[in-house]
C-alpha cells in the first residue's frame, strides 16, 4: 500500500499543489490553501470502480431515451416554488445559510409532512436523538414516520442507507460527514468533496433525493470547496437576519427550474410558516409624509413583490462622505449618486448617504434604479413621495429611464396592496400601453422627471396644509 500524501487545497476552486501559497495560482484568491492528508488509490481502475471494457460509449441525441422527473410535493408550498414545483427525485440538493436561521427546522418540517407517504432517512451529524426528538416535539411532528440516523461516518451512512432504501436522503450537515479514505478533520475541502459525491452517487444511481445542509463562512459562502455547489442539481440560499422574524429561500442553481423564485416564512415558536402575500409583510409599518421612502414593484421569478426602500441624506462636515448601502449592490448606489449629480446638480458629495431595503430582502433588478434614485431626490429635497405611489424604472448613465419587463404585472400588484399610482417609463408606455383599472400612471422619460414629480407633491402637500 502507498504511503499518504499530503498537498495543500485551495477552498474556492480545489487546486492542489504540493506547498503552500499565500494567494491561488488558478484563481488568484488568497489564504485559501488548505493541508489535506490523502490515500492515493493503487490504480485508475480501483478509482472508478470499473472493470476493462465496461465503459460507455457516446449515443446521440436521436437514440436516447427521454426521461419525466418525478416531483416530490413536500407540503410546503413556499419551498416547492423555489425547487420548481417540487422536489425532483434522483436530485441532490443543497441549503446553505447562517447558524441558527432555521435550516434544520425547514427540514424537519419538510418530514412531518411528508414522512407518512414517502421513506425519509434523516442523517444528523450534528444533534444528538434526543435533541431531534424535542425539535421534532415543539414543531408538532413527533409522530411523523421518519428514520433518523446519529451518524457521522459516511461508509456507516451508505450502509444503512443501502439496507433502508428510502426516498429521501437528509444530511444535516455534510461539513460533519467523514469519510475513511481521507486522514484530514471533518469540514475540509477533501472530506467535504468526498462524502458529497457518495450521497450524489446514490442519488443518481437509485433515484433518491438528498438534501444536504451547507455551513457557510465568514464571508457568506458556502463553507468547503466550491466544486461543491457544482456536483449538486440545485443550491438553495437561506437568508435573513436572525433579529427579524422573516427568513427568504432563494434558488442559487436549479437545474429542474428557474433561479429567479424567492419563498418567504416567518420563524414563528412553532416552527417557520408560509407567508403568502410578501408585499403586505414587507409595507408593514411603513411611514406617511415621510421623504426618502419611495415603494417599488420588483419581479422575482414570476411574483410580484412590492417593498420600500430608504434614503436619508445628510449633510456631514468630513471630507470623505460615508455611504452605506444594505439590500443594495454598493457599486450600484455610487453610479446612481454619479448620475445624479451630473444630470440634475445634486450635491451628494458634501453629504452622507445611507440606502435601506425594508425587511432584509436584497434587490438585484435593475428596475429599482429609478425607486432607488427618486428616494434619494426625495431625501436630499426633503420633499415626501407620495405614499400611494410605486416607482419602476432602470436608470442609465445618461440619465434616461429604460423600459422594464412586466409593467402590466407589476401595476396590477400595485392596486390589489392598495396603491393608486405607478411611475413607469414612458419608453415602455408607448410600445405595450398599461391599462389597469384604478391606477394612474405617470410617464417617465429621464431623471428630470424626478424633479417634476417631487415639485408636483410638495404643491399638493402644500395645498393641504392651506
Known amino acids: 500500500m502507498k504511503s499518504p500524501k499530503e498537498v495543500y487545497v485551495c477552498s474556492e476552486c480545489d487546486f492542489q499543489s504540493p506547498k503552500w501559497y499565500g494567494q491561488c495560482p488558478s484563481c488568484n484568491a488568497w489564504n485559501t490553501f488548505q493541508k489535506e492528508t490523502y490515500q492515493p488509490a493503487a490504480a485508475s481502475s480501483a478509482k472508478s470502480g470499473r472493470r476493462p471494457g465496461t465503459r460507455e460509449k457516446a449515443v446521440p441525441f436521436s437514440q436516447m431515451e427521454s426521461v419525466d422527473c418525478h416531483r416530490m410535493q413536500t407540503g410546503i408550498g413556499e419551498l416547492d416554488r423555489v425547487l420548481g414545483g417540487g422536489l425532483v427525485l434522483g436530485s441532490a440538493v443543497l441549503l ?67 439496507r433502508i432504501s428510502p426516498d429521501v436522503v437528509i444530511v444535516d450537515s455534510i461539513q460533519t460527514m467523514v469519510c475513511g479514505e481521507s486522514a484530514s478533520s471533518a469540514g475540509s475541502t477533501t472530506q467535504v468533496r468526498e462524502c458529497a459525491s457518495r450521497f450524489i452517487r446514490c442519488a443518481k444511481a437509485d433515484g433518491a433525493a438528498v438534501i444536504m445542509v451547507g455551513h457557510v463562512n465568514k464571508e457568506g459562502g458556502i463553507a468547503g470547496p466550491k466544486v461543491l455547489e457544482h ?15 422573516y427568513r427568504i429561500v432563494r434558488a442559487v442553481k436549479n437545474r429542474y427550474g428557474s433561479t429567479n423564485e424567492i419563498g418567504v416564512f416567518e420563524m414563528t415558536d412553532v416552527g417557520l410558516t408560509e407567508v403568502d402575500n410578501p408585499s403586505e409583510m414587507l409595507l408593514t409599518g411603513r411611514p406617511e409624509g415621510v ?36 439590500g443594495i449592490d454598493y457599486n450600484r448606489m455610487c453610479l446612481l449618486l454619479a448620475v445624479l449629480e451630473k444630470r440634475l446638480g445634486l450635491r451628494f458629495s458634501t453629504s452622507d448617504v445611507y440606502l435601506n431595503v425594508v425587511g432584509g430582502l436584497h434587490i438585484d433588478e435593475p428596475a429599482a434604479d429609478a425607486a432607488i434614485a427618486l428616494a434619494l431626490c426625495s431625501s436630499i429635497k426633503d420633499v415626501p413621495i407620495p405614499h400611494d405611489m410605486i416607482v419602476a424604472g432602470e436608470v442609465g448613465l445618461s440619465g434616461e429611464v429604460r423600459a422594464v419587463s412586466f409593467a402590466k404585472e407589476r401595476a396590477r400588484e400595485a392596486v390589489r396592496i392598495g396603491f393608486t399610482q405607478a411611475a413607469l417609463p414612458k419608453r415602455g408606455l408607448a410600445r405595450r400601453p398599461v391599462d389597469v383599472e384604478g391606477c394612474k400612471l405617470y410617464p417617465i422619460a429621464g431623471v428630470y422627471d424626478f424633479l417634476v414629480l417631487l415639485s408636483k407633491a410638495a404643491k399638493e402637500d402644500t395645498g393641504r396644509i392651506k
Do not use: H
Open 96 to 162: 446553505a445559510g447562517e447558524p441558527g436561521i432555521g435550516k434544520s427546522t425547514l427540514l424537519m418540517q419538510l418530514c412531518g409532512r411528508t414522512g407518512r407517504e414517502y421513506k425519509i432517512l434523516y442523517i444528523s451529524g450534528e444533534e444528538s436523538r434526543g435533541q431531534l426528538k424535542l425539535r421534532a416535539k415543539r414543531l408538532g411532528v413527533e409522530d411523523a414516520d421518519v428514520l433518523v440516523l446519529t451518524e457521522t461516518d459516511v461508509d456507516a451512512a451508505v450502509a444503512e442507507y443501502d
Open 231 to 245: 456536483m449538486v442539481d440545485a443550491v438553495l440560499s437561506f437568508e435573513g437576519e436572525r433579529s427579524q422574524s
Open 291 to 326: 421623504s426618502g421612502s419611495c415603494a417599488v414593484c420588483t419581479m422575482e421569478g414570476t411574483r410580484p413583490i412590492i417593498v420600500e426602500i430608504q434614503a436619508l441624506v445628510t449633510p456631514t462636515s468630513y471630507p470623505a462622505p460615508k455611504r452605506v448601502a444594505d
